[in-house]
T-cell receptor, first 116, second 117 residues
Framework: GENVEQHPSTLSVQEGDSAVIKCTYSDSASNYFPWYKQELGKRPQLIIDIRSNVGEKKDQRIAVTLNKTAKHFSLHITETQPEDSAVYFCAASKRYPGGGADGLTFGKGTHLIIQP | DTGVSQDPRHKITKRGQNVTFRCDPISEHNRLYWYRQTLGQGPEFLTYFQNEAQLEKSRLLSDRFSAERPKGSFSTLEIQRTEQGDSAMYLC???????????????FGEGSRLTVL
């Protein structure tokens, strides 16, 4: 089955600096890579995702890059703000053209701390 | 519709007892997923339904675990003869499930926290 590795487990950055979180996956058949943000005591929520037919996707201060050959993808957050403090999870799955999908396999998470 | 709801939010039980969790997905979402999350870990996939059909089960889902979605709406997850290692947050998620509507996003509930003494 799929195995997703995520690092670092904890990342502390100064407010206003950039943060980068990296993940690798094992199953070359995986083609969908979302990132979820989970604040303390809250449910995970999707912040951005990428499919294997593109190499990069941006949404304001957040971007995700994908290298299919190396089987790794990264989350980039620029101009970090205190509200970015949370645990971030990467995930991978295979989605089928007809609409079906395997269950998401999540990484272990990165606790992002924004220092004021 | 206020999103995915789960009940109960917290459950404390003694080892060996049975527990059941309920999940009500977003209306008209065809797909429903169960995940388990322990402290400091990412959600671990347990099982998934397309309407009432259970399409995939993880190896994590031992014989003591059973999930149902009898009418394709709400789902239940039952754990029999609970063990201390079952202590975790049990998360339910749903998605539209129709190719045109399903962007891939999972909408999670707040979870049901299980503590086995």
């Amino acid at each position: 089955g799929e195995n997703v590795e995520q690092h670092p487990s904890t990342l502390s950055v100064q407010e206003g600096d950039s943060a980068v979180i990296k993940c690798t996956y094992s199953d070359s058949a995986s083609n969908y890579f979302p990132w979820y943000k989970q604040e303390l005591g809250k449910r995970p929520q999707l912040i951005i995702d990428i499919r294997s037919n593109v190499g990069e996707k941006k949404d304001q201060r957040i971007a995700v890059t994908l290298n299919k050959t190396a089987k790794h993808f990264s989350l980039h957050i620029t101009e970090t703000q205190p509200e970015d403090s949370a645990v971030y999870f990467c995930a991978a799955s295979k989605r089928y053209p007809g609409g079906g999908a395997d269950g998401l396999t999540f990484g272990k998470g990165t606790h992002l701390i924004i220092q004021p | 519709d206020t999103g995915v709801s789960q009940d109960p939010r917290h459950k404390i039980t003694k080892r060996g007892q049975n527990v059941t969790f309920r999940c009500d997905p977003i209306s008209e979402h065809n797909r429903l997923y169960w995940y388990r999350q322990t402290l400091g870990q990412g959600p671990e996939f347990l099982t998934y339904f397309q309407n009432e059909a259970q399409l995939e089960k993880s190896r994590l889902l031992s014989d003591r675990f059973s999930a149902e979605r009898p009418k394709g709406s709400f789902s239940t997850l039952e754990i029999q003869r609970t063990e201390q290692g079952d202590s975790a947050m049990y998360l339910c998620a749903s998605s539209p499930g129709l190719a045109g509507d399903d962007t891939g996003e999972l909408f999670f509930g707040e979870g049901s926290r299980l503590t086995v003494l």
